[in-house]
């Protein structure tokens, strides 16, 4: 069973920054690939997505601090998350859809705080 790994999570201060990686355990193709975000007592929520030709969308929240990014030939999915913010403290989740499916990370705590 192929899945999602992330990494990269992690503490740190207000201001500062982090990249999460993503890459599938096993060989399967994806096409759109994005990290999603669940905060404590909220719902998940879409955080970027990036289409297997480099289109990309972010949420309104991140737009100008968080960069999407993509190495096809690694299947592999970035986030750098630059002047985080304590609103940012989330599990964020890594999420592929392939031709066998959607896909899901088992997700990677970044903690924002002073």
């Known amino acids: 069973q192929v899945q999602l790994v992330e990494s990269g999570g992690g503490l740190v201060q207000p201001g500062g920054s982090l990249r999460l990686s993503c890459a599938p355990s096993?060989?399967?193709?994806?096409?759109?690939m994005g990290w999603y975000r669940q905060a404590p007592g909220k719902q998940r929520e879409l955080v970027a997505l990036?289409?297997?030709?480099?289109?990309?969308n972010y949420a309104d929240s991140v737009k100008g601090r968080f960069t999407i990014s993509r190495d096809n030939a690694k299947n592999t999915v970035y986030l750098q998350m630059n002047s985080l913010k304590p609103e940012d403290t989330a599990v964020y989740y890594c999420n592929a859809d392939s031709v066998g499916g959607i896909y899901w990370g088992k997700g990677t705590l970044v903690t924002v705080s002073s």
């Open positions: 096993g060989s399967i193709f994806t096409n759109r």
């Open positions: 990036i289409s297997s030709s480099g289109s990309t």
